[in-house]
């Protein structure tokens, strides 16, 4: 091949890495997909309280308390990594109908919250809703459950190992940005590249909780083998629920045997306490 082909196609690589090393929050984050609050839990026949939550770093983001009467804990709910959580009402419904309250919350930059998404502002999102769950709600962090949904899981885990909930439940979480990425992207060299770590691989082991993971083995974004080797580095106990459907259609609300396998779980780790505040 003459030399100038090569290095054409040199400089059209090194110009992909590059603009991938750049602008790879935008294949991270999906903000702008569903901005708008599509509709609310009253829709749906459901009570709720629409909040505006605090960070330490000044961001404000939206969210939205469900109380369940004389609930059996509470769900703090960490969605994926696009649209809103106007997008994710069918698992308040799931949880309300299980006895459980639930706080869910848009990321700084989702929906209508402030500010603009990174990893350690996801992370920081994830400590304003617990404070505001533990601090502004009064409530105990033995009754709290963390259920993060795909990027949501990496967040969640990532609230586990500095306050630790009751149980962690991750659904269709990937082990690592960059193990996912590199799996997408073969022929980029994505681990040098990287700018986001989400290591839940690295924090499971490390997080000394009940832990559900469910994942699909028709998932077609995160490959189910994510959802193995986190279940496998995970310490005791553990439970793995194996689901169906890809990735945007494995909901575990979709099915009522995954409901009860995840109610279960749930009255069995999940804290069994009526004396919280609704």
């Known amino acids: 091949m003459p030399l100038n082909i090569v290095a054409a196609v040199a400089i059209a690589y090194a110009a992909i890495v590059l603009l991938l090393f750049i602008f790879q929050s935008r ?27 605090t960070t330490e770093d000044g961001e404000t983001l939206h969210a939205w308390w469900v109380p369940a009467q004389d609930a059996r804990g509470t769900i703090l709910f960490f969605h994926g990594n696009a649209g809103n959580i106007s997008h994710r009402i069918d698992y308040l419904r799931m949880f ?6 639930t706080l869910i919350f848009d990321y700084r930059g989702y929906g209508n919250s402030t500010g603009t998404p990174s990893e350690e502002g996801t992370y920081r999102d994830a400590v304003a809703a617990w404070r505001w769950l533990t601090q502004t709600r009064g409530l105990g962090p033995e009754n709290i459950v963390y259920v993060g949904e795909s990027l949501g899981g990496a967040v969640a885990s990532g609230l586990a190992e500095q306050h630790a909930p009751r149980a962690l439940v991750l659904l269709s979480t990937f082990t690592s940005a960059p193990d996912l990425g590199a799996q997408v992207y073969p022929f980029i060299p994505v681990r040098l590249i990287s700018r986001f770590s989400y290591d839940n691989l690295a924090r499971i082991g490390r997080i000394k909780v009940p832990v ?24 005791e106990p553990k439970q793995f629920l194996e689901m169906r459907g890809g ?7 979709m099915r009522e045997e995954w409901v009860r396998a995840l109610a279960a779980f749930l009255e069995q780790h999940g804290g069994t306490s009526r004396s919280q505040k609704n």
């Open 27 to 53: 294949l991270v984050y999906f903000p702008q997909i569903g901005r708008e609050i599509a509709a609310t839990p009253q829709a749906y026949g459901l009570e709720f309280e629409s909040v505006n939550i």
């Open 212 to 235: 559900l993971v469910a994942h699909s083995r028709d998932d077609d974004i995160v490959p189910f083998a994510h959802g193995r080797r986190i279940f496998e580095a995970a310490g």
């Open 96 to 101: 309300r109908k299980l006895g459980l309250a």
């Open 247 to 253: 990735h945007n259609d494995g909901f575990i609300f």
